[in-house]
């Protein structure tokens, strides 16, 4: 019996010769669940920024001239230290990143101090208009100015209580590529806060 033999066509191998080993999809920073909480704070402001709005466009000439008797200067310093703290969380992270634990913690701290220096300065704010005799009841403009402000000063408050805690981390050592995820969700938090004064200010303070 005669046999053949069969010449079995050369294989060709589809996959590029330098594919990426191990493709990275984007990474959300920090847990998903504050992303969820952040959502659902921008949109209690939103709705109290919307009710600002809708009563100052029905009482101009209140507004403006109750807002012209705020001080615009601490509001203005208020606006740096909060990004000024801001900034200094963004240093916590990228040094946290080096595994430069000694630096995160003292950016943090330095956020700290930053956020209390607003702190003070809102009570000086709020001290001067007790005096003035100013309360929710006041007129319509200070019942949004004081429930505005004091909504976010509670904010701050808890973001500096979380700033100590990441601040502690920090200094032991917790943070660290791979393992980022308490450092970020925290920064993302304290930038939520950040981002809301920076519609407040210029809502409640500047425009007329």
């Not at 590029?16 to 704070?41: C, K, M, V």
């Not at 606006?79 to 946290?96: D, G, H």
């Amino acid at each position: 019996m005669e046999q053949t033999n069969t010449v079995l066509p050369p294989v060709h191998c589809t996959e590029p010769a330098h594919a990426p080993e191990h493709a990275q999809s984007p990474r959300l920073a920090g847990d998903l669940a504050i992303w969820f909480f952040i959502l659902a704070e921008l949109l209690a402001f939103g709705v109290f920024f919307a009710a600002y709005a809708f009563t100052r466009a029905n009482n101009l000439e209140l507004f403006d001239a109750e807002q012209a008797a705020l001080n615009r200067n601490a509001g203005a310093l208020n606006t740096v230290l909060l990004l000024t703290a801001s900034y200094f969380v963004v240093r916590a992270v990228q040094a946290a990143e080096r595994m430069a634990a000694r630096a995160a913690a003292n950016w943090l701290l330095a956020a700290i101090f930053t956020g209390l220096g607003f702190i003070a300065v809102k009570l000086t704010e709020y001290a001067a208009a007790f005096a003035h005799d100013i309360s929710l009841s006041s007129s319509p403009f200070h019942m949004f100015y004081l429930s505005l402000t004091f909504f976010h000063f509670m904010h701050v408050i808890l973001g500096l209580v979380i700033l100590t805690a990441m601040w502690n981390g920090a200094r032991r050592g917790r943070y660290r590529p791979g393992d980022m995820n308490g450092l970020e969700t925290g920064a993302a938090y304290w930038h939520m806060v950040d981002l809301v004064w920076l519609v407040l200010f210029p809502l409640v303070y500047v425009i007329h």
